[in-house]
């Protein structure tokens, strides 16, 4: 056992860390009185019948399989986790204002209408007040205001899901000819489907009514928001 001298009454010249690195403490020479496993035979003595057969015989105590793939397929990892749905922030209820934190219309303010299957919000400026239309929005990128715009019984149509914001499948040419000379020049400007055009009046007009009902709100809506030097957003209250 390593001693440290002392240098003065009860301070040694070594550390704790030094006389235990001398013990050798870490190199865990302790020995276990735990008896070693024995490993299983992989053959076993087994009887037969038969003069012929001279009467024992070695079988392997493990069978084998009987099948085996001709090629190492990677098995795919098994997860317990089930996908569930996407639970929406109790300060967001339809009607309520929110702000937009990222993408294209960031600052602005939007009206909450409902929550997708896929988990996102379904929001409208109106287009009318403030250009915003119908819009996907994930709800981690927007804050809850405590102003509210009254829907009433307003329910939008089923055909508005997650489907109706899919981009269209444009074919491609096969002719590598016509591709590589209309590579320069620009795309041609695909106009905005009637439909969705015509939804977006519809949706706009209720909210409208609604935002009419309150005096200001109109200009709140159109409004953009953001912070000042010395605003600090934890600190506000919307």
Excluded: C
Aim: proline share 7%; hydrophobic share 35%.
């Amino acid at each position: 056992m390593a001693r440290s001298k002392q240098l003065v009454p009860h301070i040694g010249r070594l550390s704790r860390s030094k006389v235990n690195a001398r013990r050798g403490l870490h190199k865990g020479l302790k020995k276990s009185d735990a008896p070693a496993k024995s490993e299983p035979q992989a053959y076993k003595e087994v009887q037969v019948g038969g003069e012929k057969n001279s009467q024992t015989r070695l079988v392997p105590t493990q069978k084998a399989a009987t099948f085996y793939p001709a090629e190492d397929i990677r098995q795919p990892k098994k997860s317990r986790k089930t996908p569930q749905p996407t639970r929406l922030r109790g300060s967001i209820t339809p009607g309520t204002v929110l702000i937009l934190l990222a993408g294209r219309f960031r600052g602005k303010r939007v009206v909450f209408l409902k929550q997708l299957a896929s988990g996102l919000l379904l929001v409208t400026g109106p287009y009318a007040i403030n250009g915003v239309p119908l819009r996907r929005v994930n709800q981690a990128y927007v804050i809850a205001t405590s102003t509210k715009v009254d829907l009433g019984d307003f329910k939008l149509d089923e055909k508005v899901n997650d489907s109706y914001f899919a981009k269209p499948t444009v074919p491609r040419s096969r002719d590598a000819e016509s591709e590589f000379f209309a590579e320069g020049k620009p795309k041609v400007k695909e106009s905005y489907p009637e439909a969705k055009s015509s939804e977006q009046k519809v949706v706009d007009k209720v909210v409208i009514e609604s935002v009419r009902r309150t005096e200001n709100l109109g200009k709140y809506l159109k409004a953009s928001w953001g912070l000042s030097k010395g605003q600090h957003p934890h600190q506000l209250v919307f």
